[in-house]
């Protein structure tokens, strides 16, 4: 309880981390971490990945967190790059939907089409966030944040897929994705 | 314990933000030297992916802790000897090839280990150079970054090479992965500005 009241006060007292230089929120740790969680298409896409992982069970379920952001991060450096990808946001839109039915749908396909389509799908959600790092000297806090928010929207994913080990529970994570499938058709109905 | 952690709370609540690589008010020298390696992302990124590294390979793990004290040393004698450069990038090199190599979770050959955890702590060094005219506060302040970066390598070292449950193994995995991703984004722009 004492510890409890103690990390309260540390978070209530903590100031932003502004090394190297001061560019503020939009440079730094907090900044970062803040970005993937302002956009709900990231969000959901990002939680789903972890909701199919408890479907796919071992060695999935530890895979996607370790590979989801090494191939996020070269989706980034295309989009940092200004190398074109068509469709991003229509791949984004997408994401969600595919990765919600398969979650929807308790899918197992074999590993390696899994890990190929949550791959493509990282690269769009990469060149969308790369294009949109801020160069400065800080940068690397700020990707520090965004990839650590990104990995723990999987971690919030894996720990709700858990409940899917108990029959409510499964039907809970698979409305769940219903839920995410849902939310995607809606983001490409905004595209189109 | 109550008086300690209302204490600490209160040490928290008066701290600010932390300006790295710039002038520190009041806080310059030996300290400022030990706190350099804490308070710059990427030199903190780089103590943390080696050390896990080095923890990682169990066999290996003492000599490497040694390896990057005799490396630190070395390190401050080139500085001594007016050896300088830049190694901002190296550094993030060394973080997105080591948050790899922990994220791949393969036993790493012990040349390669000893190769990276020793150009890493010449690259830290070298990064870490105060922007002074004093040769004894620049002495000072590296000594203070040594003890430093040698303290939190081993602390990170320790940690992993008590990590040998398979979730715990998992984690240290998923770390490697977040510092690769990091690093790898940052050093794109830097091809790009």
């Known amino acids: ?192 | 314990m109550r008086r300690t952690a209302l204490a600490a709370a209160a040490l928290l609540a008066a701290s600010g933000p932390a300006p790295a690589h710039t002038v520190i008010d009041g806080v310059g020298g030996f300290p400022g030297g030990l706190l350099h390696p804490l308070l710059v992302p990427a030199h903190a990124l780089l103590l943390m992916t080696l050390g896990l590294l080095a923890g990682r390979e169990s066999t290996q793990c003492r000599m490497l802790v040694l390896l990057f004290a005799l490396a630190l040393v070395a390190a401050v004698a080139l500085i001594a000897a007016a050896v300088a450069g830049n190694t901002q990038a190296a550094i993030l090199w060394l973080c997105a090839v080591g948050g790899a190599l922990l994220a791949l979770g393969w036993p790493l050959p012990a040349v390669l280990a000893a190769a990276l955890v020793a150009t890493g702590a010449v690259a830290l060094m070298l990064d870490s150079v105060p922007a002074v005219l004093s040769v004894q506060e620049t002495l000072s302040a590296l000594g203070g970054t040594a003890i430093s970066a040698f303290a939190l390598f081993t602390l990170f070292a320790a940690f992993s090479a008590r990590a040998t449950r398979p979730w715990q193994q998992i984690g240290r995995r998923i770390v490697g992965s977040w510092a690769a991703a990091s690093a790898i984004l940052v050093l794109a722009l830097r091809f790009v500005t």
Do not use: K, N
Not at chain 1, 6 to 12: S, T
């Open chain 1, 1 to 192: 309880m004492r510890l409890a009241v103690l990390i309260a006060l540390m978070l209530a007292a903590a100031a932003p981390a502004a090394a190297h230089t001061g560019h503020g929120l939009a440079g730094g740790f907090t900044g970062g971490f803040l970005h993937p969680l302002f956009g709900l298409d990231h969000v959901v896409a990002m939680v789903a990945v972890g909701l199919w992982g408890a479907f796919l069970g071992a060695p999935a379920i530890f895979i996607l967190p370790i590979v989801f952001p090494l191939v996020m991060a070269f989706g980034g450096v295309l989009g940092i790059l200004g190398i074109p990808l068509p469709g991003v946001e229509f791949g984004i839109a997408v994401s969600a939907v595919v990765l919600g039915l398969m979650v929807a749908l308790a899918a197992r396909p074999h590993l390696a089409v899994a890990a190929l389509l949550v791959g493509l799908f990282a690269i769009f959600h990469g060149h969308a966030h790369g294009a949109e790092l801020p160069d400065g000297a800080d940068a690397l806090a700020y990707s520090l944040g965004f990839v650590i928010a990104t990995g723990l929207l999987h971690l919030a994913g894996i720990g709700f897929g858990w409940l899917a080990q108990w029959p409510q529970g499964r039907m809970a994570v698979r409305a769940a994705g219903s839920a995410i499938a849902l939310a995607g058709l809606v983001f490409l109905g905004r595209l189109i």
